[in-house]
């Protein structure tokens, strides 16, 4: 069996933790591997992972309170060596294939950097399915990452060649890590395999550190980065080329200096604007994308 070393970051997860490390545990065909990175926990969290701790079910460190995206970029660090690593939230359920699923996938690509996620089940917080859920289907291109941050950490599965690309360079601007990891793989040539099945069920719930809001949630977050000067899409390409210009096939190399000099260039924006590289499958982030363009504040 394939080894998969599972990277949980917790904080003050006492409430669903059991759970969601009993349904990492009980993965089929899989060799499983559980890593916990504490980011600083106040509760009962700590002496949860100590019971497991102790019967030999998993490995667990304390550190500095980094927040999500800092925290597990540190575990795929510090990882014991494995077939593939996976990403999980604390407050979760994994159905029992999911890992199995992920691996038979990922074995298609075994001489390139190579990601897998998939669509999830959004639920409350007894785990029963919400009527609204959140459907994606990606185009799965570069220029498509770095305009729409969809890919959902909790799905993540990736194999060795990546996590070393991923380790290869530390970003200075992190926003999230599973948008990083995503657009990084694109950047690079890497292989990425979506599965449009959900086999997570992810639930959301008032504690949720980071969750998926509904459609008014969504354009206040748009709205947000357009007003705000927060400039996520600009930064991560900035860091993108920092750490990965010599990787990167010349077509992406080349989108990612346009995408950069628009900033400045007004007649490059409006080239953008046009631009079929960085179309979405969603309609309403290209719009907003666009918008944001065209003013110079994406």
């Not at 407050?91 to 029992?96: G, I, S, V």
């Not at 949630?217 to 080329?241: D, M, S, V």
């Not at 750490?243 to 096939?249: A, C, R, S």
Request: hydrophobic share 35%; glycine share 6%.
């Amino acid at each position: 069996m394939k080894r998969v070393n599972v990277l949980m970051s917790t904080y003050n997860g006492e409430r669903f933790l059991h759970q969601q490390i009993e349904s990492i545990l009980r993965q089929d065909e899989v060799d499983v591997v559980l890593t916990v990175r504490d980011d600083g926990s106040s509760d009962k969290t700590c002496a949860i992972l100590d019971e497991y701790q102790s019967q030999g079910l998993l490995t667990w460190y304390s550190g500095d309170n980094l927040g999500p995206a800092r925290s597990f970029m540190q575990l795929l660090k510090d990882a014991d060596e494995a077939d593939y690593y996976a990403f999980a939230d604390q407050d979760d359920f994994w159905k029992p294939e999911k890992l199995k699923v992920a691996v038979h996938q990922l074995e298609a690509a075994p001489d390139q950097p190579a990601l897998y996620f998939c669509q999830t089940c959004l639920t409350d917080q007894d785990l029963n399915p919400l009527p609204h859920q959140i459907p994606i289907s990606p185009l799965l291109t570069y220029g498509e990452s770095l305009v729409y941050q969809f890919v959902g950490g909790c799905t993540m599965v990736l194999n060795p060649l990546l996590r070393k690309a991923i380790n290869h360079y530390h970003p200075e601007v992190l926003y999230m890590h599973d948008v990083w990891i995503y657009s990084t793989c694109l950047s690079i040539g890497g292989k990425v395999f979506f599965d449009k099945q959900s086999h997570i069920l992810y639930r959301q719930h008032s504690s949720n550190v980071i969750g998926q809001g509904n459609k008014l949630t969504e354009w206040k977050r748009r709205i947000n980065r357009i007003t705000t000067g927060q400039h996520a899409r600009y930064n991560t390409a900035l860091e993108l080329l920092r750490g990965y210009e010599n990787q990167m096939p010349q077509a992406n190399f080349q989108l990612t200096k346009a995408f950069i000099e628009a900033k400045r260039n007004f007649i490059t924006r409006l080239k953008l604007l046009y631009d079929n590289r960085l179309n979405t499958a969603n309609i309403a982030t290209s719009r907003a994308f666009r918008i944001a363009l065209l003013f110079g504040t994406y």
